[in-house]
């Protein structure tokens, strides 16, 4: 496949990069500069597939800025969507499991109503309209909770939660027991946007790690895997002080891959294992 990709130097674009190298796909990050200047071209040709991992992901910056994000998420996607439907290529669109909202304690699949909570995941919801409604035949990867990439990246949330780790007083740091989801490498992930695009799927696809969490036993496994005498303690989520009312359940259910007879995805105790090991002493 020739694939061109938005958000290649993030967290998810980055692995998306090293994964399409091992396959052999032909993968070129495109810079998002200038897409939304009506008439701006893209390189793509009929064929091609558009993988548009490139978004405003701080949910905090959404709420106090909806505009920048209706522009980041929604607008850019739709100017990609249209772009892509004229010359006859294939998108993907990385979305959020965040989209679903509350509304229920049990973990999300697709075939429930999406109803998002934030700002944040509802400019995820609207851009899947968007690139749908231009791309019909369009792949919507819905992920949460990703982790990986490098230890010095400031947004690394397993490296980060080490450092707390290693400098708490005490012998103890907080994590918040309500909120689940599915702790879901980055590399994992990507390799499975490759099988569905590969596969020509279409169509929303959970895509995370198999099992679930809440962020506390998350960070204690983190702490456990490092190897460091320091306990996880609950605390009220308000601790936090956020400002996003970001739903306690972000859990998903890759139901359609399973019904489709595709692969489990790796559970989430062992591909973290296998990145803490990654990671510098």
């Excluded at 701006?40 to 009929?46: G, K, N, Q, S």
């Excluded at 702790?183 to 946007?193: H, K, M, N, W, Y």
Aim: aromatic share 4%; glycine share 6%; charged share 25%.
């Amino acid at each position: 496949m020739k694939i061109w990709l938005t958000g290649a130097n993030g967290l998810l674009g980055t692995a998306v990069r090293e994964a399409a190298l091992k396959a052999g796909h032909d993968c070129v990050p495109l810079s998002r500069d200038g897409l939304l200047v009506p008439g701006a071209p893209l390189p793509l040709a009929p064929g091609d597939v558009l993988v548009h991992a490139a978004a405003n992901t701080d949910v905090e910056a959404c709420e106090r800025e909806p505009a920048a994000c209706w522009r980041d998420n929604v607008l850019l996607s739709e100017a990609l969507a249209r772009r892509v439907a004229l010359v006859d290529a294939r998108m993907a669109y990385i979305s959020s499991t965040g989209v679903y909202g509350s509304a229920k304690a049990t973990p999300w699949h697709e075939f429930d109503a999406a109803d998002p909570a934030t700002v944040h995941h509802r400019s995820k919801l609207l851009a899947e309209s968007a690139v749908m409604r231009h791309c019909p035949d369009a792949l919507i990867v819905r992920t949460g909770w990703l982790y990986g990439g490098r230890a010095d990246n400031a947004k690394n949330f397993v490296a980060r939660r080490i450092d707390e780790a290693r400098a708490a007083t005490g012998g103890r740091i907080a994590s918040n027991p309500r909120q689940r989801g599915n702790p879901s490498a980055a590399t994992d992930v990507a390799e499975r946007l490759l099988l569905l695009l590969a596969a020509r799927h279409t169509g929303v696809f959970n895509t995370v790690a198999r099992g679930h969490a809440s962020r506390l036993e998350y960070v204690a496994e983190i702490v456990r895997l490092a190897g460091l005498p320091v306990a996880v303690e609950p605390v009220d989520p308000s601790h936090f002080k956020r400002l996003a009312p970001v739903s306690d359940n972000e859990m998903a259910d890759n139901l359609r891959s399973r019904l489709l007879g595709l692969p489990e995805m790796p559970d989430w105790r062992d591909s973290l294992a296998r990145y803490v090991a990654t990671l510098p002493s």
